[in-house]
């Protein structure tokens, strides 16, 4: 019977549960991590795990493997946040962590992700060297009980977030906030910090996630706007099924796109609490807005391409204040080189107790003051085999104009971007396991990013 070719992906391996994701596949890839691991200073590796099907039970693999090849194996006591986890990585001054999620993807997934003993995404040299390692060695383990420390690591992750935050000033601004965790690890732990008029919905485990796949963007999030609405609540923040990516409803009950609030975060950071002198950083498909305030404020912006991990790279070289990325992830500086969807949560919470203001109201200045933004992008099926020479085609034939605004430049470090001289671009990836191209735009109205995505999608059918 041949073995599952084990793949690595994004800081980690991801597979499908009971066809490729299976006990034995789980223990193989745990050999190959503690066979990397053998050789790293440090005292030893914990494993966390989030709300998905048998999570916990693939989490005790992969401790009774890592104790069985002489590392000391940590487990966690609860489903706990990816953040958490990556921090008792620093705390501890651990070697690494396991986190057995596919965070915001559909429940049928399972994944083994990888962090560094450095407290963030594992660098692809280190995922390429694991992934190497698979089968190199014959699978050792013990048995669980009496070889494996348990641990909660969410109690000093809160202690860290606590010394960033003035949770004092967000209770007594008795704010009515909605919680939603969509149903993934982050449970009721916001409400239980916010210790106010606050409540959760979806908050309970479900494997299936009530038929919604546990990531916080707007078609994911109707529930969570009735609620607000409901509540006459000032927000309402969610968390995705591994609480590392953050979504946002303001007061009126609409979804906020998260380009949006990486800049009021940016503005709070500035405005607020006094920082200065740091870098940021965006992911390529960010709003271009974290430019222009970066430039009224005389400060350096680092664009990377699309992953966290090139973020936490910044994070580890430079004094970086804040870096976003389009899909919800936000670190900050004094933190873990890590997302950390708890923290920027109760940091736009923040915003809203120092200001006093509601949130779309914040958002209209935002935009009187830095230029109308408006966001969308569409994920397009497309043929593995065409992908390549579609992005190829991009290269070498890109437009003299788009839709009427002149091109500016062409960026081809991460797929390709067009950027107009108006402001407006359009931006084309694909995605590494699959037949999927995601289309990228962002403009000053409504109707031109529509007619953008529109012009994309039009041109990848056209090859």
Known sequence: MSLTKIKFGTDGWRGVIAEDFTFENVRRVAQAAADYWRNVPGQGVIVGYDNRFFSEVYARLVCEVLAGNGIPAIYSTVAAPTPAVAFAVRDRQLRGAVMITASHNPPQFNGFKLKADYAGPADPEICTAIEKLVDANPVRSVSFDGNVEVYDPRRAHIAAVKKIVDLKKIRAAKLRV??????????????????????????????????????????????????????????????DGDADRMGIVDDTGRYVSIQLVFALLLLHLLRNRGDRGAVVVRSTNCTTMIDRICRAYKMEV????????????????????????????IGFRGHIPERDGVLANLMLLELLAVTGKKLSRLLTELQAEFGKSVYDRIDMHYPLEKRDRFIESLRNDPPKDLLGSPLAEMKTFDGVK?????????????????????IYSEAGSAPRVKKLLEYGRQRALAL
């Not at 999030?221 to 969610?238: E, H, N, T």
């Open 178 to 239: 909605v919680v939603d965790s969509l149903h993934g690890c982050g449970g009721h732990l916001l409400e239980e910090l916010l210790d106010g008029k606050t409540q959760t919905i979806r908050g309970d485990r479900n494997p299936l996630f009530g038929g919604v796949n546990p990531e916080p963007i707007g078609k994911n999030l109707g529930a969570l706007c009735v609620a607000v609405k409901k509540a006459r609540a000032q927000i309402g923040i969610a968390t």
């Open 302 to 329: 680092v664009e990377v391409p699309v992953g966290f991990k090139y973020i936490c790279q910044q994070m580890r070289q430079k004094d970086v204040l804040i870096g976003g990325e389009e899909s919800g992830g």
């Open 418 to 438: 067009y950027l107009a001289e108006d402001g407006s671009w359009l931006m084309f990836r694909t995605s590494g396991t699959e037949p999927i191209i995601r």
